[in-house]
């Protein structure tokens, strides 16, 4: 009949404009930025109205900003969870809405995985075993010291990563962590706690594992400070692998990072995009990634977006 005539000719402008909401982490780190940027941008390029919010890396913020877009009925609800924990009782009332979710970034633990669709990240567990496998390649000696800067308390990629790196240095007894702990992924915290490794242990310290690039670039000018050479005294191994690394690389101080990818956005959108048309979706879908080193950083930075 003439209803489902005019149905099929609505022109495209006319259908609804889909809404996602999103709740971010924070601006903790070069990495989030690039990632928010990326984001913002897609969502622009494929006509979705985006809601944007950061929660300052708290997760009752996350969860604050969840609860009104629940409230604001947004087609889609994503989000970065801060921390593996917490989240169920939240998504149970995303579910009750009728609102689905895609978690970005990072997993979570939960007792129901259908409280969310799909989750799009990067393997954290991997990169870590790529950081590791770096330095038993590069990095020989009788004892090899390493400290190690932690991402966030609970976040997937501070346990995943954590456990990569140890995963391949298991068994190989020369290689020791003698020093662990958090600097929740920022450039000052990742500073002070490298000032206080160095009182402690000194020149023992031959390599640094960073979580993330920021912390290794605070790391870096705390090892300067003791009077000692980064990317020569101190070995420092990072992964993410933003701008800030690749600086850091060509001026000597960082000797690898593994690339951690922030450019999901276009990938979002795609998949809020079949989320809305009922399409079937993987539970997990894996951003792709490298790892690069100081010697080709000079080559490879033109190309860098982030
Ligand atoms: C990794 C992301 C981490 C980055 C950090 O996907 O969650 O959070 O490695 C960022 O730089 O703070």
Redesign the pocket.
Known sequence: GAALALSLTTPAFAQKKLTLGFAQ??A?????TA?TASIKDAAAKAGINLKFSDAQQKQENQIKAIRSYIAQKVDVIAF?PVVTTGWDTVLKEAKAAKIPVVLT??SIETSDPSLYVTMI??D?TEEGRKAARWMLDNVKGDVVHIVELQ??VG???AIERKKGFEEVIAGKGSYKIIRSQTGD??RAKGKEVMEAFLKAEGKKINVLYA????MAIGAIQAIEEAGMKPGKDVIVIS??A?KGAFEAMMAGKMNVSVE?N?LLGPQLMDIVKDVVAGKPLPKRINTKEGIFTADIAAKEFPNRKY
């Open positions: 982490v924070g903790e780190s070069e990495w989030r990632n970065a970034d990072r990240g990067s954290f991402g966030t976040s997937a990629p992924f920022t979580h993330n690039d920021d992964v993410d933003v951690c922030p």
